[in-house]
Structure formats: C-alpha cells, structure tokens
C-alpha cells in the first residue's frame, strides 16, 4: 500500500473475500456444506450401532403411510377431528346445565338478596348484579365445559405428533395456489391461536408468502371460536334433527366449518398470490417429527392451564365490561323503547338480508374486543329485549340456563330458525381477527395498510358468503 | 405437578439446582440452547428454569428466544432458549435469531440438544456450532427413543471425536439433566477444557483462502474467537457479516459482553 489507495484494514478484509470468492468459483458454499456433511457421516458411522430395525419404527412407519396418503390421510383427519368434536359435544352438556344451576339459578339470587338487604340503590344492583356477575356467570357455564373437554384432547393429538401430518398432507394445496408449503403448519397453529399463528409465519422466508399467511391465518377457526361453533351446531343443528343423532350431526357441522375455513384460506390464497401479492412459490422440506406417547397426566395440566384457564380468563375480563353495556342499553329509555330495542329494529331490515338479525348485530358490536363471547352476548341480549314471558326476571337478566335444549327453546321463540344458525356459523368463521390478532399483525407487518387489509377482508368476505347462502336458502326453502 | 415431585426428590435435586425462573439480575454465566427444530430444547429449558415454555412435538415451536434463569454451585445461570436450525448456513428470521446469538450474543456455553434417533443429520448443525463456539456441551436428548429403535450410540466415543462433553438425557422423563448441569458448570468454570471439532476435508485452495482471511480479520479484531467462521461468510458474500466487520459490530459485540471475566482454556 503505497498509499495511492488508504484503505483501512477493514476494506482490506473485504476487498481481499470478495477477490479470492471469485477465485474459489460459485460452488464453495456447496463445497462446505458437501465437507459438512462427510465429515457428520464419517462420525456416526463410528458411534451409531443401528441393531435390526424395531417393531416400533415399522409401526411408525406404517402409520405415517396410513395418515399422510393420498387415499386415507384426509378421511382419516376428519374422522379424527368429528370423534373430538363429538366428545366436546356430547360431555359438555351435563356440566354446563349444572354450572348454570349453580351460579345463576342459586348464586344470583343470593346475591341479589344481600343487595337488598344492605340497602345497595337499584342502579348500582342491575349494573354489577344483573349485568357483570352475570355476563361472567355466563361465560363460565357456557364455555368452560367445551374447554376443558376440547383443548386437552386437541393438546393430545399435537403432543402425539399428529398435527404435523396434517400439514403434510395440506402442504402441496398451498404451493398448488402459490403461497408457502410451510402456510399449512402456521394454519394447524392458527387452530390454537390466531396470534401465534401470526407469530409462527416466521418460519417462512419470503416476504410476500410470509404476508399471505399472516392475512389468511384467521380463516383458521381459533380458541376463541372453537367453543362457539361448538354451541351455535349443538343450539341449531343439532336441536333439528333427532335427539340421538344431535352429537354426530352437530360434530359433523363444526368439522364442515372448519374444512370451509381451510377452502377459504387457499382461495384466498389464491387469489392474493395472483393479484397484490404475486410470485412464485418457494421450495422447502417439512420434517416429520417422530411420533411419541403423549404425556397424559403432564398434558392435562398444560392444557387446562395454559389454554383453558387462559382463554376463560380472557372472556371473563371482557365478559364483564360487556355485562355492564348490555344491562346499561337495555336499560336506559329513549322514549318508549330501550337503546338496545332501537339499534336491534334500526338495523333488522339490514341484518336480515344476511340471514342475521339485529341483536347478532349489536352482539359482534358490543363483543367486538373479543369475538368469543359473542354467543352469551347474544343471549343475554335476546332474553333482554325480545320480551320472553317466564323467563328472566326484568331487562338485563340472563335468563336460567338448565341444558342446550332451554336455550334452543328460547332462541327459536325470539324469531331464530336453523338459517340464522347457520347464518351465524358462517360469519364467526367469517369476520375481523380478535384486537389481540390484529396488535400481532401490526406488530409483525409493521404496515397498517395490511393490518387493516387483514381485518376488513374477512368481514367483506363473510358478508358476501352470509348473503348468498341466506337468498339462496330462502329461495329455495 | 410433576414439578412437586422433583422439589422434593432428593436425587434430582443434586448440589441445588434452584430453578430462578424469569429472576436474570446479576448471572454469572450465558448458556444457549440450540440445535435442530423438535429435539426438545425448550423441554430442556424448562427443567433447568421452571418455567413453562410451551413444548409440542412440533418443529418451529420456538419462533423468538425465551430467556430464564437458573442457580447451581452458587453460579447464576442466565438460559437462552433459540429457535431451532437445521444449519447456520441458511438466513431465515427464525435461523437468524440463532446464528446471531451464537455469533454476537457470545454465550459463555453453548449446548446442542440433538435428537439421538436422528443423531447423523443432526450432527451437520453441530459441526457448524463447533466451529463457531470455544465450549460446548452435547445434549444427546431422546435417548429413550433411540433405545426404543434399537440405536445403540457410543457417546464416550463421541464425546472424544466432537471434542465436547456429551450427555444422554431423556428431557421429557427429566433423565440426564443432573449430569447436564453439571458439565455444563464444569465447561463454563474451565475445569472442563473443550477441544471442539474442527472440519478437516475442506480442499486446500479453499483452506488457504480462509486461513488467509482468518489471519486479517484476526489483525483487526484480535480477541474474536469465531474468526474462521466471519472469513467463511465473507468468502460466501452474506452482507449481514460483511457489514458487521465494516461497522466494526463484529468487535465491539464480542468486548461489551464481557462484562464476567474470560473463561478461556
């Protein structure tokens, strides 16, 4: 260096990798990872001993044939899917009418009766009595049985190494529409969670097939919504046909739910990767981790803590504000009828050409931070306004909860038939991700041109979907 | 519940390891789990801290590094559980996040958890760990599996050619972690001096171009003890490392983490 150039050592390094990288030609990379993997090869050979092959690894093997190919894997996936479906179902009706007994037919009254006796002014009494205790009264009775059942038998089959097959098996669907194998993996942990599907899309590389999954993660029904579905096929389609086939029907209704949330999300895979978001799908190799004995007792406890607990606890806290907005707009007059009567009458005419109805819409309104307590806002709205003589005991009370079929009874007598049933599965499956979903988006894109694409596609969608189906049915029927 | 059991078990419960938790002020020692996606390094990771890191067997499980803490010997232990990697090679955000920290994060031990019935491929992420890391110690994890397949490994042997402790361990039935602590402390102490494998096949162009880059990089940062695997990637062009030696990242990373004193051999 005479110092024609100053150049500082650091340039001097770089100057000097880049010179000898056109010397040592395109294929060092190769040739490290080729040294790679003879010298790994060269080391088991003399530390593994492989005896004759066990039972155990042809039993695996045989099952991996059997759940991942083309003729048995998807009958097999949702034989699986209806047999947990099924259990939920049928398990979680017992314990639900007994919850209700407890906390709103013995609880509730007790309570109101201490209320009285210190003399608490009848405002205040309806607005925590009537309105938080029982908002989260409800929530407990309702989905905390279906809970507890789903999420450790959900848990069962992920801890078995189940939840990888099916992302085998649904891996060449979304390279077929041009998004990322790996979308099927971030899709079978959106099942769990919408947010941690979001969080997981980090395993794919390219940006553009990493915003397609993030987008279409919430087609893939969640926590929150599993319960639910659950209860709207148990209340609707299981309360149409025959008392001995409710459990199979319904089971049935929630696996086709979510066999159309997984048709959605590749068509609209398809159609992001062929419009905004274009390009090639890129190539990967899914491992399939070996199967091992789920841990029963360690799973239970996991799963019962952290995702039912979890998840209750959450629509416990937003169960309760919620309770207070129903008592307050069912409560407060505006003239002859309350202000929950004016929106629900406003907006019927509206929500009726979607199969809806007007308390579903004041319902989603209200419900909007957390879409999964939904259903017993629904409910408490519908004994509250549409005036059910017997049951409840004044504006803003839930009414007695004593098994599905009660529940069936009164919803069908407030105007509801097996389409706004339907109606409502179709736009739970169908709408905005929940606030926490959307906080992950942005957290993650960065963009609130997407985070607002990812909620506001859905809820077009759903609509869309929702007004067919109800015309159709309605022509039909 | 589990948990109860081992509290009080006091078999497990060797020279008091005392699961801290999400408690991180004032540690002694970095260790870093690493190793391919679905070994059971976040299994690992709970036993040693206590914590409850959602397991699955599900590779890509861990998208982020959770970080918890643990004492043994009086030693505080911070633990840093990573994303899992087939290969430090390849650049995707969840790859990165473990390369980066093995790289920058400087570790004091760096432990590979791999799957013992799949001990060969799994031993391509290890050679690329060992030529970027002074000490290591092998977790040779579902070593109940490999019994269960009939696969018999010779991990003495093993220990002896990769250079590093190794230790059997059945994470899931918390088998093997008492001896993991413990070579873990005897690695990070320096009582323990790691002699880690490095590759011998690469052709002789290719090792005298990376010899001579080593020798530069090591003129301008002298205390880098990973300079092989900088020159490695400046051959290979990955503008990540070839901007952190022109920001002179690379350097300053290494000095500032040192706040503990130098375990070297």
């Known amino acids: ?477 | 519940m589990a948990d109860l059991h081992c509290e009080t078990c006091p078999i497990h419960n060797v020279d008091n390891l005392i699961k801290l938790g999400i408690n991180m002020e004032g540690f002694d020692y970095v260790i870093a789990l690493t190793g391919n996606p679905n070994t059971g390094k976040s299994t690992v990771f709970n036993n040693l801290t206590g914590l409850r890191q959602h397991t699955g067997n599900w590779p890509g499980k861990t998208v982020t590094r959770a970080e918890g803490a643990f004492g043994y010997n009086n030693t505080k232990y911070k633990v840093v559980d990573l994303p899992g990697t087939y290969s430090l090679l390849s650049t995707s955000t969840d790859e990165e996040i473990a390369r980066d920290f093995i790289l920058f994060g400087k570790p004091d031990v760096t432990v590979i958890v791999v799957d013992a019935t799949r001990l060969e491929r799994n031993l391509n992420l290890v050679l690329q760990v060992l030529e970027i890391t002074e000490r290591a110690v092998l977790c040779l994890n579902l070593i109940d599996e490999a019994e269960r397949h009939n696969i018999e490994i010779d991990h003495r042997t093993l220990s002896r050619e990769l250079g590093i402790p190794v230790v059997p361990a059945a994470a899931r039935q918390k088998q093997g972690m008492d001896e993991l602590l413990k070579m873990i402390h005897e690695v990070a102490s320096g009582k323990y001096v790691c002699k880690p494998y490095r590759m011998k096949t690469i052709s002789k162009k290719v090792s005298k171009a990376v010899e001579s880059i080593t020798q530069k990089i090591l003129i301008e940062y002298p205390a880098l003890p990973n300079a092989r695997w900088v020159a490695m990637r400046l051959l290979e062009g990955d503008q990540s490392v070839i901007d952190a030696v022109n920001t002179g990242e690379l350097g300053k990373n290494y000095s500032e983490n040192k706040t503990q004193p130098q375990h070297v051999a």
């Open chain 1, 1 to 477: 260096m005479k110092g024609i150039i100053i150049m500082s050592n650091k340039e001097y390094i770089i100057k000097e990798a880049d010179d000898l990288r056109w010397e040592l030609g395109e294929n060092f990379h190769d040739h490290i990872i080729e040294s790679v993997y003879n010298e790994a090869g060269a080391i088991a050979a003399k530390v593994i001993n492989q005896k004759e092959e066990s039972k155990k690894f042809h039993f695996d093997q045989w099952l991996d044939r059997l759940v991942t190919s083309r003729l048995t894997g998807f009958p097999i996936m949702f034989l699986l899917l209806a047999i947990v479906f099924w259990i939920t179902i049928e398990g979680s009706n017992i314990p639900s009418g007994l919850l209700a007994s407890l906390l709103v037919d013995t609880i509730h009254p007790e309570l109101k009766l201490l209320a009285q006796n210190i003399g608490m002014p009848v405002w205040i009494n309806g607005l925590l009595i009537d309105g938080a205790y029982l908002a989260m009264a409800w929530v407990i009775a309702v989905m905390l049985p279906p809970m507890a059942i789903f999420f450790p038998l959900f848990t069962l089959l992920e801890d078995f190494g189940y939840l990888p097959r099916v992302a085998f098996n649904m891996d060449n669907l979304y390279r077929r529409v041009g998004a990322h194998g790996k979308q099927a993996l971030t899709m079978s942990m959106g099942f769990g969670c919408n947010a941690a599907g979001v969080i997981a899309t980090r395993i794919i590389d390219s940006p553009r097939e990493r915003l397609i999954a993030i987008i279409t993660n919430n087609f893939s029904l969640c926590n929150g919504r599993w319960p639910t579905q659950i209860l709207i096929a148990t209340i609707f389609i299981g309360g149409a046909v025959p008392a001995h086939l409710a459990g199979i029907v319904s089971a049935g209704a929630v696996v086709g739910i979510a066999l159309l949330g997984v048709l959605f999300s590749l068509a609209v895979s398809w159609g992001l990767s062929n419009t905004v978001l274009k390009g090639e799908a890129s190539a990967f190799s899914l491992e399939l981790p070996p199967y091992r004995p789920p841990r029963i007792l360690q799973t239970l406890y996991t799963s019962l803590i952290d995702r039912t607990i979890f998840v209750l606890w959450r629509a416990i806290i937003f169960a309760i504000p919620a309770g207070l907005v129903i008592w307050l707009v069912s409560n407060v007059q505006m003239g002859e009828l309350s202000i929950a009567e004016h929106f629900i009458n406003w907006s019927n005419p509206f929500a009726l050409l979607f199969g809806l109805n007007g308390i579903i819409l004041l319902a989603y309104i209200i419900a909007i931070p957390a879409n999964e307590i939904v259903i017993p806002t629904i409910l408490m709205l519908t004994v509250t306004t549409v005036n059910i003589v017997g049951v409840g005991s004044g504006a803003g009370v839930m009414f007695e909860l004593d098994s599905t079929a009660d529940t069936a009874e009164i919803l069908y007598s407030g105007g509801w038939s097996a389409l706004t049933g339907v109606s409502l599965m179709l736009f739970s499956l169908l709408h905005n991700p929940c606030s926490t979903t959307l906080y992950t988006i942005y957290k993650e894109t960065h963009s609130w041109k997407w985070t607002v694409v990812s909620a506001l596609l859905p809820i077009a969608i759903g609509l869309v979907v929702c007004f067919f189906v109800t015309q159709i049915w309605l022509l039909v029927a």
